[in-house]
């Protein structure tokens, strides 16, 4: 069964610092990887989605890459802003969506 | 991209009632719908897969009786947790797969909040 693991749990830095999550998946039969967004109490909101065959994904200040072989994906937010704050969920797609444990972002203005 | 709508937004039921939640893809014909719930500050858990016209797929440990899900049309799924009890309060989040360009693309809806008293 796939296990998608997310480092750290939580995160703190100050604004405008650049930062990265780390997302690990065990199995690397996988369609695509997406990059949510949670806020508290809300739905996901969907950040980047990277198919398999490619290596990464950008928009805006966000750049997520994909590394299937070794079962990794980053997510890079630069110069953070304190409305970055929030959950942040990675999912792999492969016969199902499995969703990571997310990383709780809180950006300090 | 896609909508995906869920109703209610919040709910709060009392204990031993059944409470329903639909799902609706709002610009996409969803055949497969998924129903996930998640606990606070934790990840979303898969409860089951609904196929339209079919009976839905259940992960272990959900229970299906408890757990009714239909799927009778393209556009709406609906989630009734019957006889309620605290432990079912939690957040519900639906998704619909639609297939695009040869891509399957998962889109969620809002969640809605269950409160059991």
């Known amino acids: 069964k796939q296990e998608v693991t997310q480092i750290p749990a939580a995160l703190s830095v100050p604004e405008g610092e650049n930062l990265v999550l780390n997302c690990s998946f065990t199995?690397?039969?996988?369609?695509?990887l997406q990059w949510f967004r949670q806020d508290p109490g809300k739905g996901l909101t969907s950040l980047l989605l990277?198919?398999?065959?490619?290596r990464e994904q950008t928009s805006g200040r966000l750049n997520a890459s994909l590394d299937k072989s070794s079962g990794r994906s980053t997510l890079y937010i630069a110069a953070s802003q304190p409305g970055d704050s929030a959950t942040y969920l990675c999912?792999?797609?492969?016969?199902?969506?499995?969703f990571g444990t997310g990383t709780s972002l809180t950006v300090i203005p | 991209g896609a909508v995906v709508s869920q109703h209610p937004s919040r709910v709060i039921c009392k204990s031993g009632t059944s409470v329903k939640i639909e799902c609706r893809s709002l610009?996409?014909?969803?055949?497969?719908m998924f129903w996930y719930r998640q606990f606070p500050k934790k990840s979303l858990m898969l409860m089951a897969t609904?196929?339209?016209?079919?009976?839905?797929?259940?992960e272990q440990g959900v229970e299906k009786d408890k757990f009714l899900i239909n799927h009778a049309s393209l556009t709406l799924s609906t989630l009734t947790v019957t006889s309620a009890h605290p432990e079912d309060s939690s957040f519900y989040i639906c998704?619909?797969?639609?297939?695009?360009?040869?891509?399957?693309?998962?889109?969620f809806g809002p969640g809605t909040r269950l409160t059991v008293t």
């Open positions: 990277i198919q398999s065959s490619q």
């Open positions: 998704s619909a797969r639609d297939l695009r360009g040869g891509v399957y693309e998962q889109y």
């Open positions: 999912a792999v797609h492969g016969n199902q969506f499995y």
């Open positions: 610009d996409f014909q969803a055949t497969t």
């Open positions: 609904s196929n339209e016209g079919s009976k839905a797929t259940y």
């Open positions: 199995d690397s039969a996988i369609y695509n």
